[in-house]
């Protein structure tokens, strides 16, 4: 057992510990010491809780030290204050670092709003308080052409003006992050209506941004989409939250940019749906689902074959079918349309080789190529090796594009287009009428088959403004030397209407539907 008491030895209070004395203003500088440590390692913990309680313990510390002076009047504890006070400034810097490093891992650099670490912090807390509001997640479509148009200096100006206008509209009812390249995400608190919120905002951001780059003045303007979900409606964890914003943005940029999706459970078996799709496209070359049919296009005049459209097909092993209106979007989304594109060209060209060879009149055997294949810059050298390695001429082979290619990448398009056409291939421009061709461009390409849309073909019995409009798209092909078809025509009484217009050929139901190649080589003379 060890002794612990007190004595006066010599005048000075010491502390018997065993048969050991210690002094004991000695000994409360220690403790002292090993209080002020300890306080200045806590501060280390956490850059708010910490800091705080060691402010705590070393304000009472010198309290205590002080009283002891005062009382004991004696100035033999003041280096115990002074130790105390710089403990004190030492936990202030400590805290001060700490801080400062919080906030710039919550930071994002370009913005100087929240990254995503903080961005979700606030959500979490939200969500774990029981809070209910709204997630938008934002994305800047053409975010990538305005770094390369105008360089990465430019581009995160960009971002912080769209993260300021979306503050500004903001306010104190949300808070802004930037959570990805051109991806922002706003929490919203639930006073505020988010749809009506965010389609005001979509057009305060589609505003000019001025900019000026070594004298030079730029205008610039974003384009971009919206997706909203809200808690703890469609989800009570952040990651399930963000999916489902994601899944309403998805969903908003097939409707075209700068256009906003509230997200609902359908989307989501959309989603699951499309993805199922995508995993049956990727099998289907291995697994043989994928056939083409092909369906005959005549002349109005007198019957006469000109050619086939070739039209994919997918059918499954259990017999379901899966229509092209189904799986070419899906595919369209990503680079899974390459493959078909080129699956189609080689397939095609390979199967009517033969025939194509030794028919005594010309046949034409069109593709659908996809817009976003048609602007590929290495397109004309597929087609070129195709047309090789199947022994397949370039004049009986047409491509058949929309008004879409030109969306984007317009130069390359145009670029593939004259090349294809300096080769002998013959361009159809697709589904003409349905969206916005603009005519000037219309008349500035060179393609050689205008194709009408069925949707106008519908109407051709339905009053003479309807087939005023076909005729004056007839004519307008001929006079920039195109020829003109009018697709899905599918009874006699339109046939007849269409004699008496300004177009060349017929493609419909009428006289002829999609047939196997077998079928569609014993039309060919
Ligand atoms: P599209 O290029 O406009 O093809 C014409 C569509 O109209 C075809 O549908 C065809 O079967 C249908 N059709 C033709 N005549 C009539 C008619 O008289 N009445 C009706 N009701 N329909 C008619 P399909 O084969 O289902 O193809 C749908 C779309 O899928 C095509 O529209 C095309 O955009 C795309 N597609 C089809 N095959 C391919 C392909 O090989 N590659 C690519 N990229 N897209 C393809
Ligand atoms: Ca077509
Ligand atoms: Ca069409």
């Not at 055997?365 to 290495?378: D, L, Q």
């Amino acid at each position: 057992m060890i002794f612990i008491g007190m004595q006066n030895r010599g005048g000075a209070d010491m502390v018997q510990i065993g048969r050991g004395f210690i002094p004991l203003n000695s000994l409360q500088g220690t403790i002292q010491t090993f209080t002020f440590m300890l306080c200045i390692l806590m501060s280390c913990i956490e850059c708010y809780i910490g800091p705080r309680i060691s402010y705590f313990l070393v304000g009472f510390m010198i309290m205590s030290t002080s009283m002891r002076m005062i009382m004991g009047k004696t100035m033999a504890p003041l280096p115990g204050v002074l130790n105390g006070l710089l403990t004190v400034v030492a936990i202030a810097l400590i805290g001060h670092l700490l801080r400062s490093a919080k906030k710039k891992s919550i930071t994002d650099y370009a913005t100087g709003k929240l990254n995503t670490v903080g961005f979700l912090e606030i959500l979490n807390k939200k969500i774990k308080d029981k809070k209910s509001g709204s997630l938008v997640y934002y994305q800047v479509n053409n975010f990538r052409s305005i770094n390369d148009d105008y360089g990465h200096d430019i581009g995160d100006r960009v971002l912080r003006i769209v993260s300021e206008r979306m503050a500004g509209m903001v306010g104190k009812d949300g808070i802004v992050g930037r959570i990805g390249g051109s991806e922002f995400a706003i929490l919203l608190n639930d006073k505020i209506d988010a749809t009506e919120l965010v389609s005001r905002m979509l057009k305060v951001l589609n505003e000019k941004m001025v900019f000026d780059k070594e004298g030079i003045h730029l205008d610039c303007y974003i384009e971009g989409n919206a997706g909203i979900a809200h808690f703890p409606k469609d989800a009570k964890d952040s990651n399930i939250l963000f999916k489902c914003a994601d899944v309403a943005l998805m969903t908003s940029l097939k409707n075209g940019s700068n256009t906003i999706a509230v997200f609902d459970e359908k989307m989501l078996s959309k989603m699951n749906s499309d993805k199922e799709v995508e995993q049956l496209i990727k099998r289907a070359y291995d697994e043989k689902y994928f056939y083409l049919e092909y369906q005959p296009q005549y002349s109005v005049s007198d019957k006469r074959l000109r050619g086939f459209e070739s039209l994919i097909r997918m059918k499954l092993p259990d017999g379901r079918r899966i229509s092209p209106a189904e799986f070419i979007p899906v595919a369209e989304k990503s680079n899974l349309i390459f493959s078909i594109d080129e699956y189609v060209l080689d397939f095609v060209t390979k199967e009517f080789s033969k025939v194509v060879e030794e028919a005594k009149e010309k046949v034409t055997i069109s593709v659908n190529i996809s817009a976003n294949g048609i602007s590929r810059p290495e397109f004309v050298s597929i087609v070129e090796n195709c047309l090789k390695k199947n022994n397949f001429k370039a004049e009986n082979l047409e491509v058949e594009i929309t008004e879409y290619s030109f969306d984007d990448s317009q130069e390359q398009t145009i670029k593939n287009i004259n090349k294809l056409k300096e080769m002998g291939v013959q361009v159809a421009l697709d589904d003409f009428g349905t969206g916005y061709a603009s005519l000037g461009r219309l008349m500035n390409l060179s393609v050689d088959l205008l194709k009408i849309d069925k949707s106008l073909v519908d109407n051709i019995e339905k009053g003479e403004v309807n087939r005023d409009f076909i005729n004056s798209i007839g004519s307008l092909g001929h006079l920039i030397d195109c020829k003109v078809i009018l697709e899905g025509v599918e009874t006699d009484s339109q046939v007849e209407y269409i004699k008496e217009l300004d177009c060349d050929y017929i493609q419909g139901y009428v006289w002829g539907k999609p047939m196997s190649f077998e079928n569609a080589a014993e039309l060919i003379v």
